[in-house]
């Protein structure tokens, strides 16, 4: 349980700082940075297709658990090979894909909110905000798509500093309240620490 949960925080610390290096990027060379930000998604989603798919025929084929594995590496192969072939036309509708990422990573955030109130955090009402913010960032991404790359990829950049940002104060305020409350209330399992 430990393990999983030092392995969930690394996790969110790796996004975050992803999506700010991301976000750097994007602001600052947003017109170079859209083919090549394209063809690196391409290849990640290529990468993590074959190595599904890999998993898959090293492993059981018969468990059920692992159809889904074949499932996502047989897509997430195709679409990485959709997006290193055509990049342009990948480009044309991005702005939409990633306002759904984006919308459905804010999601995430709601739900550590409810965590938040749930352990009774005075200032949970932050972490909502951020969450809703995110979740509206996303909606124009996906509702009003930006015809100039360049705007485009600014925007993208934003989103992406303002995610990262988002998921690193929720992130610490979480192992924050979770220090508080072992400090008040000793238990000999914390759920919620991931520090």
């Known amino acids: 349980m430990w393990a999983y949960l030092k392995n969930l925080k690394l996790n969110f610390i790796l996004a975050s700082v992803f999506y700010l290096i991301l976000g750097v990027v994007l602001v600052v060379w947003p017109a170079t940075s859209s083919l090549v930000l394209c063809r690196l998604l391409g290849g990640a989603l290529l990468l993590y297709g074959l190595f599904n798919l890999v998993g898959f025929l090293v492993r059981d084929s018969g468990m059920g658990a692992f159809r889904l594995e074949l499932f996502l590496g047989v897509v997430a192969t195709g ?9 342009k036309l990948v480009l044309s509708f991005l702005p939409i894909v990633m306002g759904v990422y984006v919308v459905m990573d804010s999601a995430v955030a709601l739900k550590r909110t409810l965590e938040l109130y749930r352990m009774e955090y005075p200032r949970w009402w932050l972490s909502l905000l951020l969450a809703v913010v995110g979740i509206i960032l996303g909606l124009v991404l996906v509702l009003r798509p930006f015809s100039a790359t360049t705007v485009f990829f600014r925007m993208v950049g934003v989103v992406f500093l303002y995610l990262g940002v988002s ?14 409350l072992r400090k008040r209330r000793p238990i000999d399992v914390d759920p919620i620490d991931i520090s």
Not at 79 to 87: A, E, K, T
Not at 167 to 180: H, I, K
Request: charged share 15%; no cysteine.
């Open 79 to 87: 679409v990485g090979i959709f997006f290193l072939v055509q990049p």
């Open 167 to 180: 998921d690193f104060w929720s992130l610490w305020r979480v192992n924050a309240l979770a220090r508080e």
